[in-house]
């Protein structure tokens, strides 16, 4: 936990296409840290959109950024798109090697490994990209919230708002996190026992495979030339 009279400088990564809850979730936790300071940071101002359109803008530029205590890099779609990205993968890795803590949500993941963050680490990510942490070095976790040292791995979506938690009460202390939490009314109780591959029908997983398979491709070609590029040699199960 960080000494309470520490002021926190607490930034989120914005790009097009990423999936606006894998920001606005933790967003809502990480703005009531007390004593800190939140911003989001993109390559642009312009507003973005995330996958379904709902529009974005960022307060500064990467450029812009200061070295910040806490890095929160979500995910999307839009993620793919910046996995050979040098300007964003050269501030995830200096803001991530400045920072007291990291945290990835969803398939922000790959972009930490892309950046060759995630070698020896354990780590999580949405199940649909899973399969893929191995490509950058990192041991995957099937869990939906993993704690490696200094960072913190959501899975896919909404478990980035139970890993902001998780952080929250890393940096301030449980009962800081619980406030925040009552503040939310976060107390989960889904119509539905859908949430994982392991509980969804079998029809309603296949479904969403296959809605995701041409995605899921074209993540794992980038992944491989991403583990050639960082020497990672990839096991058997990797593919």
């Not at 936990?1 to 990480?30: A, C, W, Y």
């Not at 942490?133 to 478990?159: I, K, M, S």
């Not at 009460?169 to 119509?191: D, N, S, T, V």
Request: charged fraction near 20%; aromatic fraction near 6%.
């Amino acid at each position: 936990m960080i000494p309470h009279d520490r002021h926190l400088k607490i930034g989120s990564f914005l790009f097009e296409g990423l999936d606006q809850i894998d920001l606005t979730g933790p967003f809502e936790v990480l703005s009531q840290i007390p004593n800190s300071t939140y911003s989001v940071f993109g390559k642009t101002t312009d507003p973005v959109r995330d996958i379904h359109g709902l529009k974005l803008t960022a307060d500064a530029t990467l450029a812009e950024a200061p070295q910040l205590d806490v890095l929160h890099v979500p995910g999307g779609f839009g993620q793919e798109a910046l996995m050979e990205d040098d300007e964003v993968l050269d501030w995830v890795r200096r803001q991530a090697l400045g920072a007291h803590s990291v945290f990835s949500v969803c398939t922000g993941a790959l972009i930490c490994g892309a950046a060759g963050l995630l070698v020896g680490r354990r780590a999580t990510t949405h199940w649909s990209a899973f399969h893929l942490l191995p490509y950058f070095g990192a041991t995957p976790v099937d869990e939906r919230v993993v704690v490696d040292g200094n960072w913190v791995f959501a899975a896919g979506v909404t478990a980035g708002i139970d890993g902001a938690l998780r952080l929250a009460a890393g940096l301030r202390g449980r009962r800081a996190a619980e406030r925040i939490q009552l503040a939310m009314q976060y107390a989960p109780e889904p119509p539905f026992d859908s949430g994982t591959p392991q509980s969804a029908p079998a029809e309603v997983l296949e479904a969403a495979r296959v809605s995701v398979a041409k995605l899921t491709a074209q993540r794992e070609e980038t992944a491989r030339r991403a583990a050639k590029r960082l020497g990672v040699d990839l096991p058997d199960t990797a593919g």
